[in-house]
């Protein structure tokens, strides 16, 4: 995958409502469980991790802006 492929990604990530990151999430799961050529498969897990550090740094920012408010 280019550059710009993950510059784009990086873009809709950080705009993105986490129930549609959630949704394609599992969406490449399921394709990678289906597709046996390597390089596709490390592009998903690094597509894959992407996704989860940012709903990561989402529920620590939501959880820190509850703290805040006690």
């Given at each position: 995958?280019?550059?710009d492929f993950w510059k784009t990604l990086h873009g809709w990530l950080n705009v993105a409502h986490s129930n549609d990151?959630?949704?394609k999430k599992r969406l490449?799961?399921?394709m990678h469980r289906q597709i046996s050529?390597?390089?596709l498969r490390?592009?998903?897990q690094r597509i894959l991790r992407l996704m989860d550090r940012e709903l990561l740094a989402r529920a620590e920012w939501a959880m820190y802006c509850v703290i805040q408010l006690r």
């Open positions: 995958m280019n550059q990151i959630q949704a490449l799961l399921e050529d390597p390089g490390s592009d998903i």
